[in-house]
Every structure is written in C-alpha cells, then in structure tokens.
C-alpha cells in the first residue's frame, strides 16, 4: 500500500501573508484533500532577526479564514537547528562544505573586478574566495571567533551525486497545471558553492526546507514557480543525505497590474485587510480561480 500523502505550506513569518500566500496554501490544502492526504503547517523562521511573533499568530488567524485545516502541531524551524547542524555535520564529513568567512562586501567587491556568471536568482556566482583557505588559515579564524558560513563545495557533491545515481544533473516529477507529472533534467550547478548554513544562524532556507521535508515525509511539494530553479539543489541535497524524492508542483504566482509578483515587502493588501473589511473567504476563492468545493466541504464539517 503507498503511504498517505503529505502536503504542507511553510510560509515565513516575517511579514503579513498577501493574497498569493492564500492561492499558495489552498492549492496545496485543496490538492491534500483531493488525493485523500495530510495537511500540515510549517513555520520558516529561521531568519531570526526578521520573523515575530505576531505575524506567526496571523498566519494561523488567515488560514483559519480561509478554511484551511492542519495537523498540530505546527514545526517551526527555530526550535530545530540542532537537527540542521546534523545534517551540515554530515555533509561536512562527507567534505561536501567548506567554510567561507568572507563578508558581503568582499565578495560583491570580487564579483565586480571579475565577473562571475549570475545563478538562476540573479546573483553573481560566488568567485570562491575562501574555497582553497589553508587548514592553518582557517584554524586562525576559528580561534579568532570569526563568523562563517559553510558552502557546498560544488564540484565535490557533484561528484557525490554522480557516484550514487550515476548523472551530474538531477530529475524530478513536476505535476503541471493539467495536472500530469513531467519528468524535469535540471543542473544544480547552476547555483554555485550555494550557502548551505548561514553566518548568523545553524542552517539556511535550502538545508531547512529539504531537511524537514524529508524527516515530515512530504510527498508533494507544493510551491510557487518562484523557486522552480532552487528545486535543483533541493534535490542534490535530498540525493546526498539519502532523503526521499517529493513530487512538486510550482504553482503559478499572482502578479499586480504592472506583471510584478505581489511581495509582502512592497505592501501589497494582506489577508488581514481583506479580512477586516469583510471579505468572505469563498469570494476570495473564486477570485483566485479555485473551485469552492473544497472550502465548502472544510466549512460544513469543520475537522
Ligand atoms: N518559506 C518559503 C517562503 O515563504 C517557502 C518555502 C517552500 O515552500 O519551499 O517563501
């Protein structure tokens, strides 16, 4: 028999949640629902300086309102950095991450006297300043209390992926609009020596999210297209720590009148203003295109 499917949303509290955080959450509510699967919540605050409190009770407070229902209780990453340094340990071990002390403007300063090629976000790739740092060197710095953030050593986990499915490239099934799954060829070379743990906190979004969707045992990752192209690291890393392969969707993302993606930074109307001036969660279904039979189903018997 295959294991019941998990679906999960795992906003960041470091904003209020728009209207593209609610198409985001109901389609994988919905799709959980439709294949007879779990649902759960999980909380992305590691960026500690910028997530509060309050903005993690209006997360529960706007999908409540939206009809959305989740297993309790909720992750919140915050409370799990011990299992992330697990898991850099061992790709550590495994001599798949180095340590990079270099600051921001030292590396933007390289990138500017010598170009690099950008990664799939837009951002130069990084030049590998402290890629061949001696052991002496990086003992120095270690003992000076200097901060680092650990790097995936590209080239060596390529290696390690090819050693283990036999391709420097990874696959995986994307579920389109239409509902079919097309296997997807991407390169995670495209991102470069990626940050792996931060210098302020024990992890970094990518070891986060591939972490805890392994050890949650989610089957289908839900998502916006946004990050269709960190899908490829995703999947090096879940090859690399003997994780299980979700199948994703990337769903498609709202955009203002002028094409931009709505972003809770630029203030685009959140949820709770929609709510307070009276909004009903079926009309804000229909105008996001979703069919209300699932809210009305959640709605008639609440769970
Ligand atoms: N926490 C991420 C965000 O709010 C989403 C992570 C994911 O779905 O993989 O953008």
Redesign the pocket.
């Known amino acids: 028999m295959s294991p019941r499917p998990v679906l ?5 509290p470091n904003g209020e949640l728009h209207l593209g ?1 609610a198409l ?1 959450a109901l389609i994988g509510f919905d799709m959980a629902r439709r294949l007879g699967g779990r649902f759960l919540v ?1 909380i ?1 605050d590691i960026d500690t300086t910028r997530c509060r409190e309050e903005y993690v009770t209006g997360i529960f407070e706007d999908l409540t309102w939206l009809g959305v229902t989740w297993e309790e209780p909720v992750l919140r990453q915050s409370e799990h950095f011990t299992t992330y340094s697990a898991a850099s340990d061992w790709l550590l071990k495994l001599g798949l991450l180095y340590p990079c002390f270099a600051t921001r403007s030292e590396i933007s300063e390289a990138t500017e006297t010598a170009p690099t090629a950008l990664d799939p976000d837009g951002t130069p790739l990084y030049p590998g300043l402290h890629k061949q740092l001696p052991k002496e060197e990086i003992a120095t710095r270690l003992a000076r209390n200097e901060p680092f953030a650990l790097r995936l050593h590209m080239d060596r986990a390529l290696d390690a992926l090819e050693g283990i499915t036999g391709s420097r490239l990874v696959t995986f099934a994307e579920l389109g609009e239409d509902g079919i799954a097309r296997r997807v060829e991407m390169n995670p070379a495209d991102w470069g020596d990626a940050v792996i743990v931060r210098k302020d906190v024990p992890a970094s ?1 990518h070891l986060a ?1 591939t972490v805890d ?1 392994g050890r949650q045992g989610v089957t289908h ?4 297209r ?2 269709y192209a ?1 899908t490829s690291l ?1 999947r090096l890393l879940q090859v690399v720590l003997g994780l299980p392969e979700p199948v994703y969707h990337h769903h498609r993302l709202l955009t203002d009148e002028a094409g931009r993606k709505l972003a809770k930074s630029e203030g685009d109307t959140s949820l709770r203003e929609l709510r307070e001036t009276g909004v009903d969660a079926l009309r804000l279904r229909r105008r996001l295109g979703l069919s209300s039979d699932a809210a009305e189903a959640s709605v008639q018997n609440p769970s």
Do not use: I, K
């Open positions: 999960r949303f795992a906003p960041s955080h985001s999980r992305e979004y999210v969707d990752v839900t998502r916006g946004d990050l960190a995703h």
